[in-house]
């Protein structure tokens, strides 16, 4: 391997250390704030674009015959130079109190995932720089040689896993703040209905009696027998808050959808456009979030029969719920002040002050069966 390139491979390495290194700096210790103005996202996005057109340069020379030297070192050259410093000063720029802290722990995760497996690839050319010199200098008359199908497979796994991640940094970028949210609120939203079907399909009646009384016998069973009663009336409040829980739950559901076609799917920049938007975004993640974590919680203690255990879970649903309807009950715009005025209410204000008042109504058992927390 000629000296130049030698060099800029381990630079290159140690650089993208010195990247990772930086990037998670920030995310342990956050950063001061800069003007919104800075363009992130589109920088970040045609770095990403920049670092998949590189490597797929540096993966066609590395398993190419002959290794030229001069043009692997050209490419390298370029991305220590530009492209990187590039993505990794869009990263930076994507700060928690203009993009919320969500957004921001994201595009930190996927950036540094990129440098991590753009590592690896650099790091195979090197092994191939070396085999080919080794070659070189045990037999300088002989033409070089291909490399081998496993060779060249280590190559191009490891120039997919970066495409893969430039990919992802790119289409995150690209949708923004308010389509990162949407996905987030997307995937809470079919967990909270996975958890709706499952509490559905469930029977309190499947006890698995018989099964006991065959093991255990007939004076055993005879002694289950005089608990039966009480067995009864506890399937049959099983039951009663499994109904109470299913109607509850409903509207808790509609929640998401909601949200998203009318708050989210058509909303545009307008809500990342101000610290007042980006902080109601931050909120509405806050709210909606820990809802399918209680949610399980619930239905994990009504499938223990501790009724008042899930019936608390499901309060904190409510409060959780009502909050992120409350967050955006009002348009982006009348909380921005666009164009100087002020919206007071637009269709899904109006449902959601409908959907208060059917919450507060179906959740007045859930109240009472879980008393003073």
């Not at 650089?15 to 920030?26: E, I, K, P």
């Not at 070189?136 to 490891?158: I, R, S």
């Not at 959780?320 to 002040?337: E, K, S, T």
Request: contains cysteine; glycine residues 4%; aromatic residues 6%.
């Amino acid at each position: 391997m000629s000296k130049q390139l030698s060099t800029i491979l381990s630079t290159t390495v140690a650089l993208l250390g010195q990247f990772q290194d930086a990037l998670s700096a920030t995310s342990a210790a956050g950063r001061a704030e800069t003007p919104k103005d800075a363009e992130a996202l589109p920088l970040l996005s045609a770095s990403s674009a920049a670092l998949k057109a590189q490597v797929t340069k540096l993966s066609l020379l590395a398993i190419s015959s002959p290794f030229t030297h001069t043009a692997v070192t050209g490419v390298i050259r370029d991305l220590n130079d530009s492209v990187l410093p590039s993505l990794v000063t869009a990263a930076l720029l994507v700060t928690p109190t203009q993009y919320t802290k969500a957004f921001h722990s994201e595009i930190l995760v996927l950036s540094k995932t990129a440098l991590t497996e753009l590592s690896t690839l650099v790091q195979e050319v090197q092994r191939v720089a070396d085999q080919k010199d080794r070659a070189k200098k045990e037999n300088p008359a002989k033409k070089e040689a291909e490399l081998t199908q496993f060779e060249k497979d280590a190559v191009t796994l490891a120039t997919g896993r970066v495409w893969d991640a430039c990919e992802t940094v790119t289409d995150v970028a690209t949708k923004g703040v308010v389509g990162f949210v949407m996905r987030r609120v997307e995937q809470w939203r079919d967990l909270v209905r996975d958890a709706i079907e499952e509490i559905e399909e469930w029977d309190p009646n499947e006890e698995g009696d018989a099964f006991f009384d065959d093991l255990m016998g007939d004076d055993d069973a005879k002694a289950r027998d005089d608990d039966s009663e009480d067995d009864d009336e506890d399937t049959a409040a099983s039951h009663e808050q499994k109904k109470s829980t299913i109607r509850f739950l409903k509207p808790i559901a509609q929640v998401y959808p909601a949200i998203i076609n009318n708050r989210l799917k058509k909303a545009g920049t307008t809500p990342s456009s101000s610290l007042s938007g980006v902080t109601r975004l931050q909120s509405l993640m806050a709210s909606l979030q820990p809802i399918p974590d209680h949610v399980d919680e619930a239905a994990g203690a009504l499938y223990e029969a501790n009724l008042a255990k899930s019936a608390r879970f499901l309060v904190r649903t409510k409060k959780c719920a009502v909050q992120a309807v409350n967050v955006v009950m009002a348009p982006w715009d009348a909380a921005n002040g666009a164009n100087g005025q002020t919206q007071a209410e637009d269709k899904f204000t109006v449902w959601s002050k409908t959907w208060l008042k059917v919450v507060d109504e179906v959740s007045k058992p859930i109240d009472a069966a879980a008393g003073p927390e």
